[in-house]
Nanobody, 111 residues
Framework: QVQLVESGGGLVQPGGSLRLSCAAS????????MAWYRQAPGKERELVAR???????NYADSVKGRFTISRDNAKKMVYLQMNSLKPEDTAVYYC?????WGQGTQVTVSS
């Protein structure tokens, strides 16, 4: 059974930081490209960041220079370090390993 379990969301002030984690099980983790998506209220789900098996990454323009995706194949974990957070980063963040989704973790950026 495949599981992707996110953690690390919460409420943070503008300019603050959060680190999201995603624990994977039931997949051969090291061969999967892993990604973080987000969905804000009333908006479509969008790609935030992606990391392939070689470690190559790509980011949405809106988060470049602020967010960093990384992975630990030995631990079957993928991370999203989010710095300089803005109110527009408020969303539910989802871990994705095609075709599997996590349940999501809420990130709220507000003063």
């Amino acid at each position: 059974q495949v599981q992707l379990v996110e953690s690390g969301g919460g409420l943070v002030q503008p300019g603050g930081s959060l680190r999201l984690s995603c624990a994977a099980s039931g997949i051969i983790f090291e061969v999967y490209a892993m990604a973080w998506y987000r969905q804000a209220p009333g908006k479509e789900r969008e790609l935030v960041a992606r990391i392939i098996r070689s470690g190559t990454t790509n980011y949405a323009d809106s988060v470049k220079g602020r967010f960093t995706i990384s992975r630990d194949n030995a631990k079957k974990m993928v991370y999203l370090q989010m710095n300089s957070l803005k109110p527009e980063d408020t969303a539910v963040y989802y871990c994705f390993a095609s075709p599997f989704w996590g349940q999501g973790t809420q990130v709220t950026v507000s003063s």
